[in-house]
């Protein structure tokens, strides 16, 4: 069974950049993987999904031409590269894979911006 472990959340200004990571404790070339966010009173949405290579990427409207997801294989990470943040990407963060596995959910990690 693989474990997602997030990181890299904060406190930060709009339009100021954050890097989330999503570190696997097993291999995880094998898995389409995606990033999802909560926030409070809303339901978890998919922001962005990548494919086993890496080479085929898609993102919620919300959040394109801002976020890049991206992976390394051999490092097990998945990254959310996100910039120009909004106040309405304020969210627990987390990674899991795509469609999402309910026993892979972790404990995400915390966005906040401020206006």
């Known amino acids: 069974q693989v474990q997602f472990v997030e990181s890299g959340g904060g406190l930060v200004q709009a339009g100021e950049s954050l890097r989330l990571s999503c570190d696997a404790s097993?291999?995880?070339?094998?898995?389409?993987m995606g990033w999802f966010r909560q926030a409070p009173g809303k339901e978890r949405e998919v922001v962005a999904g990548?494919?086993?290579?890496?080479?085929?990427?898609y993102y919620a409207d919300s959040v394109k031409d801002r976020f890049i997801i991206s992976r390394d294989n051999v490092k097990s990470t998945v990254f959310l590269h996100m910039n120009s943040l909004k106040p309405e990407d304020t969210a627990v963060y987390y990674c899991?894979?795509?469609?999402?596995?309910?026993?892979?959910w972790g404990q995400g990690t915390q966005v906040t911006v401020s206006s």
């Open positions: 899991n894979t795509d469609p999402p596995t309910w026993a892979y």
């Open positions: 097993g291999r995880l070339s094998g898995f389409a």
């Open positions: 990548i494919n086993t290579n890496g080479l085929s990427t």
